[in-house]
């Protein structure tokens, strides 16, 4: 099981990204996934997740309204839109996987079973 994430880079304040994440498994529609980020010398925290069909998603309310989760489960990607960046957005994104056969919407990064390396979004001001 892999999970490779990518699209991260340097933006502005204001400006927009879109964030990759994909995966090796067979049945990716089984999984729900979700993304993290961390900050330089912060905790790792949850950001967004998606159920295995797309049909659901749930954010931290800190990006609601910002960011938007989606999926292609033909492509076997799940995908992390950025919009109107703040400084305090910079961290590393990391695309995470729930075993399969477990679902909720977690925020719970115990809840994950199959990380990726992440990516690195540094937003300036």
């Known amino acids: 099981v892999q999970l490779q994430a990518f699209g991260g880079g340097l933006v502005q304040a204001g400006g927009s990204l879109r964030l990759s994440c994909a995966a090796s498994f067979s049945t990716f529609g089984s999984y729900f996934m979700g993304w993290f980020r961390q900050a330089p010398g912060k905790e790792r925290e949850f950001v967004a997740a998606?159920?295995?069909?797309?049909?659901?998603?749930y954010y931290t309310d800190s990006v609601k309204a910002r960011f938007t989760i989606s999926r292609d489960n033909r492509r076997k990607t799940v995908y992390l839109h950025l919009d109107s960046l703040e400084p305090g957005d910079t961290a590393i994104y990391y695309c995470?996987?729930?075993?399969?056969?477990?679902?909720?919407?977690?925020?719970?990064?115990?809840?994950?079973?199959?990380w990726g390396h992440g990516t690195l979004v540094t937003v300036s001001s």
């Open positions: 995470a996987s729930r075993p399969r056969g477990y679902y909720g919407l977690s925020s719970a990064a115990d809840d994950y079973a199959y």
């Open positions: 998606i159920s295995g069909s797309g049909g659901s998603t």
